[in-house]
């Protein structure tokens, strides 16, 4: 994408414009679960295959369901990928974590953030102006840099089912690093955030409980923006 900050909100942006254009042979073209309805719900049933699997497996494994559930929250798929399994399963906690960019304006914390509004045929939690103009956003991943949320993670929000934090730009590439080092794993730079709440939380739990972290995707794509970051100014 080439238009707008080149981001998740103008990737939406250009696959729905080619949506209304091309209604007769275009018939899928979101990858989060935002947008107008079906395509939250879609999105939501294929991702799905993520917490099913993992349930399934920490159950045979841990012989317990886990104390928490972590994952990063953009537009939200894979962490509605991972907690929807999981809702009727009251005693797990679920936290989304999301983009607390580099100071408080130049961020894409939207649940934690942010108020009702329209976006994308949605209405969600929307970083907005007191005239419902929707505000620009920062976060050092672009699968974060968006200004809504998924509409389920506002209904999740709202109920209390699941609860929702925002981590700095530095704290992301700190995460990034320490999977890096620890396990050889490079994660995606939004899967860091996860990774950097979780260093944050861990110690609130004991030694007997079981935490789930969500890796959304591979590190690969964000090496040279990482080290472009850490080497910035060393020459």
């Known amino acids: 994408v080439t238009s707008g900050t080149r981001t998740l909100k103008d990737a939406i942006n ?17 990858g989060s679960v935002v947008g107008p309805h079906p395509y939250p719900v879609m999105v939501r049933d294929f991702q799905s295959v993520i917490g099913r699997e993992a349930r399934k497996q920490i159950l045979k494994y841990a012989g317990k369901l886990p104390k928490l559930l972590v994952a990063c929250v953009g537009g939200g798929s894979n962490a ?33 953030r942010g108020k009702p509004g329209i976006l994308h045929g949605t209405l969600s939690y929307l970083l907005q102006s007191s005239d419902g103009q929707v505000l620009p956003t920062h976060s050092v991943s672009a699968g974060l840099d968006y200004p809504g949320v998924g509409p389920e993670h506002s209904f999740y929000k709202d109920s209390g089912r699941a609860n929702y934090y925002p981590v700095s730009d530095k704290e992301a590439l700190d995460g990034f690093l320490t999977l890096s080092k620890t396990e050889g794993i490079l994660p995606a730079l939004e899967s860091a955030h996860a990774i950097a709440y979780l260093k944050k ?35």
């Open 14 to 30: 250009e696959a729905m414009r080619d949506w209304v254009t091309n209604v007769r042979t275009t018939f899928y073209c979101l």
């Open 80 to 112: 509605m990928g991972l907690f929807h399994p999981f809702y009727n399963d009251v005693s797990v906690k679920m936290i989304g974590v999301e983009a607390g960019g580099s100071g408080p304006r130049k961020h894409a914390a939207t649940a934690s």
């Open 201 to 235: 939380c861990a110690k609130n739990f004991s030694s007997k409980e079981d935490i789930v972290l969500c890796l959304s995707g591979r590190g690969d794509k964000d090496v040279a923006e990482v080290y472009s970051i850490l080497h910035k100014g060393s020459k």
